[in-house]
């Protein structure tokens, strides 16, 4: 029997679909809609949600497609049987560094909304410019360079920041927006970031940023809680920063703040209470962490075709080669990312190769020879506490993190010498590729996450809590293993299953939170009193080993070694060319 009591909704506006996910006070899931842009939508000629342009390395998303998903979202939930009534909160998520561009007339189409009309019927015209550049737009080299450089390194841009300028952010591509389209940017009153958009859809007027996805801009001093005016200035141009900052608008500090109650319109079309009260909307990144709900000091590993790994953490560390946001609901703490182009495709490859070498079909197999091999090879290939540890870099695309071409490095570690070697010697190719390719991947993490936890008491190492796997790698014992043993996790390995949601929940929780937060009480502590982990979680591995976690800190030290010195042959190579 359903639940009498209220009900909250967690949107999730991504690049190929709009999703809308219904949850009750205790966090059970009643209602979930979605809106698919290529299946679902009219009139727009994109393909998987976007449109390309690739002269220009452009991929912009037509906005006018995003007011025809949110009515079509509440419509079917409307056909559900969802009641409307019973709705006390919203919020939502959004793909991080997407830029909308308001009109001067905008405000004024917001307010006035009739309700015997659609969406993109009356907001069509709000935009003065239609389109969104979409996260895998690339065309801003040039407007990253002058980023990097506009505070005198990229390291400094990434200490103030949380990153080093890319492509994707927020604030390269509004200055390349404002010099391609100057009369466009002169005449747009207000920018939204896609998760304060959605905010603004349903509140009726301009919603400000989210305290957390305003870090996806290069703009925000992320210690000083303020927009960098140094950084402002450099493309503030002719227009100025204080219009600049008109047009960005105030960031409130708290995630759970009501923002407003919902318009109008949405009351007389669908029957919502004129009571329910808008949270902001967050970035699917910081969503995501919310769907857990992540603590201090735990950590998710998202093992899918890219590597992308994510942790809740007290310590801010900024590095050109990490991300960090401030957290999206308790201060204090900051969400730390990091994103690598190869996971999947480069096990897969080492899987192939073990199949044919082993004569055996890896389509029925699947991971079974990689597995079995994974786990009988020793840590680091050490047969013996003497020999040399092997370490190696195997990217089959070009990598971000350490920004190197595709290919292959294999090398031979001394640690108690701290000398590296270049070799293949003493390498079985390709059976000790299985666990070292694993190793390669979980190191990277463990090098640039250290420093970011803490000792969990009892003379213990400084470790997470606890490391979460999703993704399709999440289904895999040996690699779950591995990740341990690297890692650690003094309370385990888990793998974290809740399906495509994760986005969509975290915005419902955060929509619970906000409405029924006592005065103090953090996210953490409300949603993790009603988070019912069973359902979710499903511990598939040890963590923390004494003596094995230690010995895969030397390895670190090496894995080290070989990221600097690839990096350097490379550069050497540049120079030479």
């Known amino acids: 029997m359903a639940s009498q009591g209220p009900l909250y909704i967690g949107f999730d506006l991504s690049t190929q679909q709009l999703k809308g996910l219904v949850v009750n006070s205790d966090l059970k899931v009643e209602y979930i809609a979605k809106f698919d842009f290529d299946a679902d939508s009219h009139g727009f000629p994109i393909k998987k949600g976007v449109l390309i342009n690739e002269a220009e390395h452009e991929v912009v998303a037509p906005v006018a497609l995003w007011l025809q998903a949110l009515d079509g979202v509440l419509s079917e939930l409307k056909k559900q049987g969802l009641d409307f009534t019973r709705v006390k909160g919203v919020s939502g998520a959004g793909q991080q560094h997407g830029s909308v561009y308001w009109g001067e007339n905008a405000e004024r189409l917001l307010k006035g909304l009739d309700s015997k009309k659609t969406l993109e019927e009356q907001l069509s015209e709000a935009f003065s410019h239609p389109y969104s550049p979409n996260w895998q737009d690339s065309s801003t080299q040039k407007e990253c360079d002058e980023f990097d450089a506009v505070l005198g390194s990229k390291e400094e841009l990434a200490t103030v920041t949380g990153s080093k300028a890319h492509h994707r952010f927020t604030g390269p591509q509004i200055l390349r ?42 703009l925000w001093n992320i210690k000083k809680g303020a927009y960098d005016d140094r950084i402002l200035e450099l493309f503030a141009g002719s227009f100025g920063v204080a219009d600049l900052k008109r047009k960005l608008g105030d960031v409130p500090e708290d995630g759970g703040l009501h923002l407003g109650m919902i318009d109008q319109y949405y009351v007389d079309r669908y029957g919502f209470s004129p009571d329910c009260t808008v949270i902001p909307s967050t970035g699917d990144n910081p969503a995501t962490i919310l ?43 900051y969400m730390f990312m990091l994103c690598y182009k190869n996971g999947g495709l480069a096990r897969e490859q080492v899987r192939d190769a073990i199949d044919q ?216 190579k540049k120079q030479t060319q």
């Open 177 to 218: 927006f404002q010099r391609k389209y100057p009369d466009v940017y002169g005449k747009t009153a207000r920018i939204s970031l896609v998760s304060s958009f959605l905010a603004s859809l349903l509140l009726g007027r301009i919603a400000p940023f989210d305290i957390s996805d305003v870090c996806g801009m290069n």
């Open 291 to 333: 769907a857990l709900p992540l603590r201090p000091s735990d950590a998710m590993v998202s093992l899918g075709t890219s590597t992308t790994f994510l942790m809740s953490t007290p310590s801010y560390k900024p590095d050109p080669a990490t991300h960090f946001f401030n957290h999206p609901t308790t201060p204090g703490l």
């Open 357 to 572: 070498k082993l004569g055996k079909d890896s389509s029925a197999a699947q991971w079974a020879n990689f597995d079995q091999v994974t786990l009988q090879t020793p840590a680091m290939g050490q047969k013996n506490a003497s020999d040399p540890m092997k370490l190696g870099l195997f990217f089959p695309k070009p990598e971000i993190v350490p920004n190197l071409r595709a290919g292959q490095w294999r090398f031979n570690y001394d640690p108690t010498e701290k000398r590296l070697t270049e070799t293949d010697d003493g390498w079985d190719h390709p059976l000790d590729e299985a666990r070292a390719i694993v190793e390669s991947q979980m190191l990277s993490l463990r090098l640039r996450s250290r420093g970011l936890t803490q000792s969990p008491g009892n003379g213990l190492p400084a470790q997470p809590r606890r490391v979460y796997l999703v993704g399709g790698g999440s289904k895999n014992k040996a690699i779950a293993e591995v990740a341990g043993e690297i890692l650690g996790g003094v309370e385990g390995v888990y793998k974290l299953d809740v399906g495509d949601n994760a986005c969509a929940l975290g915005a419902a929780y955060k929509a619970v939170w906000g409405l029924e937060r006592t005065p103090g009480q953090t996210f953490e502590d409300l949603i993790g009193q009603r988070w019912r982990e069973e359902e979710f979680i499903e511990k598939i591995a040890d963590g923390y080993q004494k003596g094995v976690f230690e010995k895969y800190g030397q390895a670190v030290e090496g894995f080290e070694k070989v990221e600097e010195e690839v990096l350097k042959q490379e550069a050497k």
